[in-house]
């Protein structure tokens, strides 16, 4: 079992406590064998920081993992209440059968010739022809009411082209 927080702070304190009489006056240690002390311990502490990196990443990847199998998982789940397999080859085979990643409604292939993706820009009541998707509803231009001074202006405009 645990140690319950009281023990923990009281193992703290005593391991601390003979970690401060290890360690002797700075004054009474000569200058080499201190250098010599300070180089250990910056070799240990860059190590100890080199392995905490890599345990992180190494942490990271496993979540990621997880996550992956969790959702095969989940896949394979929902594919499998649809689809029992028929053939008997594939059943006896050695390896598992092969499990889709990607739904067949994540992703349309745009099966149009040049031609036609160039009159999509071209004509501008063109719209992109997937298979077993049905075309937008119809688009209408937005029709902008003009003012009455520009109404007056046109009419004005038309007449003086009717006496010309």
Known sequence: MGMTKDQQ?????????GIR??????????????????KELHHRICKLETDKYDL????????YDLKELNERSRQVA????????????????????KVQILS????????RNFKE??????NKNAFPCFP????????FEKVFKKYDYELLEEEEAEEVEEYE
């Open 9 to 17: 702070e009281d193992a703290k304190k005593v391991f601390l406590v």
């Open 104 to 111: 067949k409604y994540d992703r349309q292939i745009d099966r």
């Open 78 to 97: 929902r594919n499998s209440n649809g689809n029992k397999v028929a053939d008997s080859s594939d059943s006896n085979s050695r390896f598992p059968p």
């Open 21 to 38: 009489n290890g360690i002797p006056e700075g004054s009474s240690i000569p200058p080499d064998e201190l250098k010599a002390k300070i």
């Open 56 to 63: 992180e990443k190494r942490h990271e990847r496993q979540e």
């Open 132 to 139: 077993g998707v049905a075309p937008p509803p119809t688009l």
């Open 117 to 122: 993706r160039r009159s999509m820009y071209e």
